[in-house]
């Protein structure tokens, strides 16, 4: 088996976060009152309950890597995710930075920011 890293993220509501997640194609795998598991093909999300957090203040990350992120960001658009700068959720197409990768940004409803980066070729 690859050796490999799940990003543990907060989730105010799990059906919530569940249906956000939905319209971007992530599947529950696993869910409990303390955990659950939402994954897309090779991603995996694991969520953690936070209550009081607030998404406005939230300094969660993580990056998904991905083979084509403007098929995601397409992806993000069909779901009616908003492209905007500021206001939760919200979605800012990729780019080329500086570094040479394509990285595009996600917020999601509770402020948890997913970086879309391209996978080198």
């Not at 249906?19 to 194609?25: H, I, K, M, Q, S």
């Not at 998404?55 to 492209?83: G, H, K, N």
Request: aromatic share 10%; hydrophobic share 35%; proline share 9%.
């Amino acid at each position: 088996m690859t050796d490999q890293a799940t990003p543990n993220l907060p989730s105010r509501d799990f059906d919530a976060t569940a249906r956000f997640y939905a319209g971007l194609g992530f599947e529950p795998t696993w869910k409990d009152g303390g955990w659950m598991i939402l994954t897309r093909g090779g991603l995996k999300l694991e969520f953690f309950p936070h209550p009081d957090l607030d998404p406005l203040t939230s300094s969660f990350s993580c990056c998904l890597r991905l083979d084509d992120v403007d098929a995601f960001t397409e992806i993000c658009r069909a779901a009616d995710v908003p492209e905007r700068t500021g206001g939760i959720p919200r979605l800012k197409a990729p780019m080329l930075e500086h570094s040479g990768l394509r990285i595009g940004y996600l917020i999601d409803p509770d402020g948890t920011l997913l970086r879309l980066v391209q996978n080198p070729s």
